[in-house]
C-alpha cells in the first residue's frame, strides 16, 4: 500500500522535520510527501497556493474502502478541504468541501 501526505506551509522554511521526511521517503518508496508552498521561493519544483480539487485528483486515490483521507490544519483548511469538527464536542462533524464534492464520504475521513 501507498501512503501520501500532503504538508502545506508558508515557505520552505516554515517545512517542519523536512530533513527526516525526505530520508523516510528515500528509504520507502511507498510513502510519498508532497510539499505545497503559499510562497515558494525562485525555482520551487514542488506544490503552490492551496489544496484545490485538481491538487486532490491528482495526487489522492479515487474514493474507495480500500483507502482513508486524514485532514488536519488550521480552521480555514480544513473548511476548504473536509469541513471543521464540531467545536463543542470534538466529534467529527459532517464532511463538507472539496473532499465531499469529489465524492468522498465520511467514512473515509477523519479530522484532526
Not at 500532503?6 to 510513502?31: F, M, Q, V, Y
Not at 510527501?33 to 489544496?51: E, F, I, R
Request: glycine share 10%.
Amino acid at each position: 500500500s501507498t501512503q501520501s501526505t500532503w504538508d502545506g506551509n508558508l515557505t520552505a522554511a516554515d517545512i517542519l522535520l523536512r530533513k527526516e521526511l525526505d530520508a523516510i521517503t528515500a528509504e520507502k518508496p511507498n510513502i510519498r510527501v508532497h510539499y505545497l508552498l503559499d510562497k515558494p521561493p525562485a525555482g520551487w519544483a514542488g506544490g503552490t497556493g492551496h489544496v484545490t480539487p485538481a491538487l486532490v485528483q491528482q495526487y489522492f486515490p479515487p474514493p474507495s474502502s480500500q483507502g482513508r483521507v486524514y485532514v488536519c490544519g488550521p480552521p480555514g483548511l480544513m473548511k476548504a478541504v473536509s469541513g471543521e469538527k464540531d467545536a463543542k464536542t470534538k466529534e467529527q462533524g459532517p464532511l463538507l468541501g472539496i473532499l465531499k464534492d469529489l465524492g468522498y464520504t465520511a467514512d473515509l475521513v477523519f479530522k484532526f
